[in-house]
């Protein structure tokens, strides 16, 4: 692991390759492990960069009641300064979503390239931020595992191999409870970004597992037909979390992308 301090807290990441850099900003409750896959795989193309959020793996543990997506935007801006870049392709999946359109919204200048995975560009209804809320009570209550069972039945595809049944679990009960309780209060309070997507000038790609039930490909067809110039790829045999069920068709959707963003 490497580490880095970004503003008032220390972030640790993963780093394979050289060259122009690529962030990978993981989901909840995860870590950099949900990217290690692609880290192999497209060391060759870029400098690959997976940090753990703050609160999040090897990172600083966070005191805050609230993990706000602006504050995950700014944390990412400073560590693509911190590292010697002016700009990243930045690649993101569900929460790390929310944080990547905070990121174009707040620091634009940093982005070169976008990909948005499993996510939405939405706030939370009123009933899944009541959700979220009584997520939170059964984590004070009995700990990171309590969610294991559930998120692994929501998250993943049915019929999901054991790797990736396993890498769930392993980051999961990795997470602390504080960092799960702040980052379900920070986004049920996350803005509506929709109107943001129509502002995206930076090459974009929207992906999707196609049995994704959280964040489906209709949403993420509707988001890319809502950025100009974006494509839209939906991944055979993934559920919410594509990199881990089906790691070589995400790495190979990603190096065509860049491939052609490079020209």
């Not at 497209?42 to 805050?64: I, K």
């Not at 706030?123 to 009995?142: I, K, L, N």
């Amino acid at each position: 692991m490497h580490f880095v301090e970004v503003r008032d807290t220390t972030l640790a990441y993963q780093s394979r390759g050289a060259g122009d850099l690529a962030v990978f900003v993981h989901g909840f409750p995860l870590d950099h492990r949900l990217w290690l896959d692609q880290l192999d795989a497209l060391g060759d193309l870029r400098q690959c960069v997976a940090p753990d959020l703050r609160g999040s793996g090897w990172s600083d543990p966070v005191t805050s009641r609230v993990l706000s997506m602006e504050q995950l935007a700014d944390d990412l801006a400073e560590l693509i300064d911190n590292l010697g870049h002016t700009t990243a392709d930045v690649v993101s999946l569900s929460m790390g979503g929310y944080a990547a359109l905070a990121l174009w919204e707040r620091h634009p200048d940093r982005v070169r390239s976008l990909v948005l995975m499993d996510t939405r560009s939405g706030a939370d209804s009123e009933a899944g931020r009541a959700a979220r809320r009584d997520t939170a009570e059964r984590v004070a209550g009995e700990g990171s595992g309590v969610l294991v069972a559930d998120l692994q039945k929501a998250l993943l595809a049915p019929g999901a191999g054991l790797a990736a049944r396993v890498r769930l679990r392993s980051m999961i009960e990795a997470t602390a409870p504080e960092t799960i309780v702040a980052s379900l209060e920070g986004m049920a309070r996350r803005a509506d970004r929709t109107a943001t997507l129509s502002s995206i000038t930076v090459p974009t790609l929207v992906m999707v597992g196609e049995a994704d039930g959280l964040a489906p490909p209709d949403v993420a067809e509707h988001m890319a037909e809502l950025i100009s110039g974006a494509g839209c790829v939906v991944i055979p045999g993934a559920g919410h979390l594509p990199p881990i069920e089906t790691p070589e068709a995400v790495s190979e959707a990603l190096r065509e992308f860049w491939e052609k963003a490079d020209g």
